[in-house]
């Protein structure tokens, strides 16, 4: 039962900025925002609804304020299975007609995360985050904790849009969990 996993997830242990995003384009909801109210209010656990818009002070704002000892973002796709993103690419476009440009002018190519939550079986790994907003907080999360040499594992999960929503809220549960058992998550690295 998704309820009582999930209140033992969050009861002690780490600071965790968890993250998802508001509706968007053709999208009236948002998986992301579903799972993240699903789950329980703690004090350790720091939940954020993002509107979408390339928005670079709001992603830096989040982390300053949180001060999390571990990031977990989620994003919303069109995919077949929920994915881990392994990097975020310096790009951003607006729309399919629009040009894509770059998120820092200058910037690294592309960040690896750092942090590879283990997703279990029917879930992938994906080097492309895309060039929307989800890659763009991704890209901009990473840089400002990599400028920063701040020791904080941070992952990204793209959750299809109609995924059962109970399933994904367990799978987020767990993930959450497995996070609470490690005994020093800012100088661990996570896989």
């Known amino acids: 039962m998704f309820w009582a996993s999930a209140v033992r997830t969050v009861t002690t242990g780490p600071r965790i900025l968890i993250y998802g995003f ?9 998986i992301t925002t579903k799972v993240i109210r699903l789950l329980p209010a703690d004090p350790h656990l720091k939940k954020r609804i993002f509107p979408v818009r390339f928005d670079r002070l709001q992603f830096v704002r989040a982390l300053d304020r949180a001060k999390p000892d571990i990031v977990l973002g989620l994003g919303q796709s069109s995919r077949r299975k929920i994915e881990v993103e392994t990097q975020a690419n310096n790009l951003r476009r607006a729309g399919a007609i629009d040009s894509p440009k770059p998120i820092a002018a200058g910037g690294a ?35 400002h904790i990599r400028r920063r040499e701040l020791p904080i594992p941070y992952a990204f ?20 969990r497995g996070v609470r058992g490690q005994s020093n998550p800012s100088r661990t690295k996570i896989k």
């Open 22 to 30: 508001g509706p968007y384009r053709q999208f009236r909801d948002n």
């Open 109 to 143: 190519r592309r960040l690896k995360t750092t942090w590879l939550p283990r997703l279990g079986r029917g879930t992938g790994k994906s080097k492309n985050a895309g060039d929307y907003v989800c890659n763009f907080s991704m890209y901009v999360m990473l840089d």
């Open 157 to 176: 999960i793209h959750i299809p849009y109609d995924y059962e929503l109970k399933r994904a809220a367990n799978r987020v549960a767990k993930i959450l």
